[in-house]
């Protein structure tokens, strides 16, 4: 069935800080991917997605690319802020599979003035 | 706009009592999910519908929980008796259907059995 696997935190880096969180998947088909962040206290919102293979999905300086050939759908952000502290979880959606979102474990990410 | 609506935000009951669950989605999005998210896990799903039919509720332990979507709009999940491993955050969202389309989530209802 499909899963997704992503890297363990809690991450903690300093402002400004550069940041990868990495994200890989096993899915029939060809799923659309997506990062959805939830921040302290609120629900999880669309951070962004890309629906194909090369596609990048960008918002808010974070910015993610659809690799089919290593399954890989890593978040990346040139420069983080205290507010982007929160926990990110990648995910799929398979139009061949149960047409829902399956999600990775989250990934809390602290970052330190 | 408003977002997806859930109730009650947090609710603590006594193992084998009955709780429900409530939510209101976005208005015009024909797909509704539940999900299930434990302590330091990504959400599952539950079950889905279209409109007002369970279109997949493979994950939905029928022995004790139950769902209906009257009408195609709102939401009711049930669990009846809950047990202290239903301790979690139950999560409903809503979209327009398809693939590409944002699913948006409510803030959940955080249930604690005692």
Redesign the interface.
């Known amino acids: 069935g499909d899963s ?1 696997t992503q890297m363990e935190g809690p991450v903690t880096l300093s402002e400004e800080a550069f940041l990868t969180i990495n994200c890989t998947y096993t899915a029939t088909g060809y ?2 991917l997506f990062w ?1 962040v939830q921040y302290p206290g ?5 951070l962004l ?1 890309a ?1 194909k293979a090369d596609d990048k999905g960008s918002n808010k300086g974070f910015e993610a690319t659809y690799r089919k050939e290593t399954t890989s759908f890593h978040l990346e952000k040139g420069s983080v802020q205290v507010s982007d502290s929160a926990v990110y ?1 990648c ?1 799929l ?3 061949t599979g ?9 990934t809390r990410l602290q970052v330190q003035p | 706009e408003a977002g997806v609506v859930q109730s009650p935000r947090y609710k603590i009951i006594e193992k084998k009592q009955p709780v429900a669950f409530w939510c209101n989605p976005i208005s015009g999005h024909n797909t509704l999910y539940w999900y299930l998210q434990n302590l330091g896990q990504g959400p599952e799903l539950l079950i889905r519908y279209e409109n007002e039919e369970a279109v997949d509720d493979s994950q939905l332990p029928k022995d004790r929980f139950s769902a209906e979507r009257l009408k195609g709009v709102d939401s009711t999940l049930k669990i009846q008796p809950a047990e202290l491993g239903d301790s979690a955050v139950y999560l409903c969202a809503s979209s327009l259907g398809g693939s590409a389309n944002e699913q948006f989530f409510g803030p959940g209802t955080r249930l604690t059995v005692l």
């Open positions: 997704v799923p659309s959805y609120e629900g999880l919102q669309l997605k629906t979880f995910a959606f398979s139009d149960r047409r829902a979102l399956t999600f990775g474990s989250g």
